[in-house]
């Protein structure tokens, strides 16, 4: 049973626009949440985070938005570069867990 | 989909021991394996590279000779903790590339190691 879930193997971006990727959970224990990217032959590195008291954290271009009650959250990007294109994971800490739980990512496509 | 078995889930060893995590892609086979240690709350630090039948490419930073690596098969690579101490107490988790992706990357699910 996969508990955390990104539905978007891919997504395709014009540069300059606003990239919103997508993960939900279903383990309403989390109590941590944050984004990861990698490149190509790269491990994954860490991008941004939210805690669960929290709906909304930002850092430059990249804000993460938390939605408890629907079991959700969103990193959003804008406006979006070439170097953004790279595969994007969610993960998820706590809440029981003893560490990370991860999406299966969602591949980032910026196109000029 | 692609999945990685990763076991055991939890271990506690007393200090002066050895450990061994297992990794294993279950339904493909795995040209590459990652290696990583997370700590509290924090991001992944990647401990090592390995690739089937070569030797462990290791991070700065990271003893070779205390956390062994071996990918003998396309399906399976280990990380054995020697001499385990307090301090490596961590949470260890997998990654798995496929190689038949441009970024085919699975996580298993990873290790809590607490050393007495």
Known sequence: DQQVKQNSPSLSVQEGRISILNCDYTNSMFDYFLWYKKYPAEGPTFLISISSIKDKNEDGRFTVFLNKSAKHLSLHIVPSQPGDSAVYFCAAGGGGADGLTFGKGTHLIIQP | ?116
């Open chain 2, 1 to 116: 989909g692609a999945v990685v078995s990763q076991h055991p889930s939890r271990v506690i060893c007393k200090s002066g021991t050895s450990v061994k995590i297992e990794c294993r892609s279950l339904d493909f086979q795995a040209t590459t394996m990652f290696w990583y240690r997370q700590f509290p709350k924090k991001s992944l630090m990647l401990m090592a590279t390995s690739n089937e039948g070569s030797k462990a490419t290791y991070e700065q930073g990271v003893e070779k000779d205390k956390f062994l690596i071996n990918h003998a098969s396309l399906t399976l690579s280990t990380l054995t903790v020697t001499s385990a101490h307090p301090e490596d107490s961590s949470f260890y988790i997998c990654s798995a590339y496929s190689g038949t992706a441009y970024y085919g990357y699975t996580f298993g699910s990873g290790t809590r190691l607490t050393v007495v």
